[in-house]
């Protein structure tokens, strides 16, 4: 267990919906990172939050959006869902603001199917 | 774009054996790291290797780090069924900013 939660484990949503994924880090963790993992397109990095303010962009679509609360845990929403959003989502959580030697802590993932 | 290779991309080897896979990219990374994913689970962390040339041994997995510190290695020796999994390497800059991730080297290790 890395102390990592995110909810909901499974979600099945349809074509052109909006859904909101959630996040709390592991405790006293300030960065709080998402990831989409796809078969075609493997682990791809798409935002990065420390201690509530936008830190590091990737490869996050304008339709993708995300905050981080004051009591650090994180919201990805993702909204005119097509069926090629239809990914496991993980969430991961470090320390600090993000060195290149920090550990990332991942939690279970979320997945996201669009019918 | 920095972008990781890993090779290969299926490997299913007999107990007991060795093997290595591979992270390679034409660009610099501060650090690389290696993570192991088990199906249903986030990826965890192995090791971090920051220095050019540089080695870690995890019992019987070894990591080096090229000395243009754009490649890696990791090397398992006696291969155990336990050690099953998807192997991503991820390469990042000093800011810790953008991992990028290689695309993995799925592990099978039959008993």
């Known amino acids: 267990d890395s102390g990592v939660t995110q909810t909901p484990k499974h979600l099945i949503t349809a074509t052109g919906q909006r859904v909101t994924l959630r996040c709390s880090p592991r405790s006293g963790d300030l960065s709080v990172y998402w990831y989409q993992q796809s078969l075609d397109q493997g682990l791809q990095f798409l935002i990065q939050y420390y201690n509530g303010e936008e830190r590091a962009k990737g490869n996050i679509l304008e339709r993708f959006s995300a905050q981080q609360f004051p009591d650090l845990h994180s919201e990805l929403n993702l909204s005119s869902l097509e069926l090629g959003d239809s990914a496991l989502y993980f969430c991961a959580s470090s320390s600090t603001h993000g060195r290149a030697t920090d550990t990332q802590y991942f939690g279970p993932g979320t997945r996201l199917t669009v019918l | 774009t920095q972008l990781l290779e890993q090779s290969p991309q299926f490997l299913s080897i007999q107990e007991g054996e060795n093997l290595t896979v591979y992270c390679n990219s034409s660009?610099?990374?501060?650090?690389l790291q290696w993570y192991r994913q088990e199906p249903g689970e986030g990826p965890v962390l192995l090791v971090t290797?920051?220095?050019?040339?540089e080695v870690k041994k995890l019992k019987r997995l070894t990591f080096q780090f090229g000395d243009a510190r754009k490649d890696s290695s990791l090397h398992i020796t006696a291969a155990q069924p336990g050690d099953t999994g998807l192997y991503l390497c991820?390469?990042?800059?000093?800011?810790?900013?953008?991992?990028?991730f290689g695309p993995g080297t799925r592990l099978s290790v039959l008993p």
């Open positions: 660009s610099v990374f501060s650090s």
């Open positions: 991820a390469g990042a800059n000093n800011y810790g900013q953008n991992f990028v």
């Open positions: 290797v920051v220095t050019g040339g």
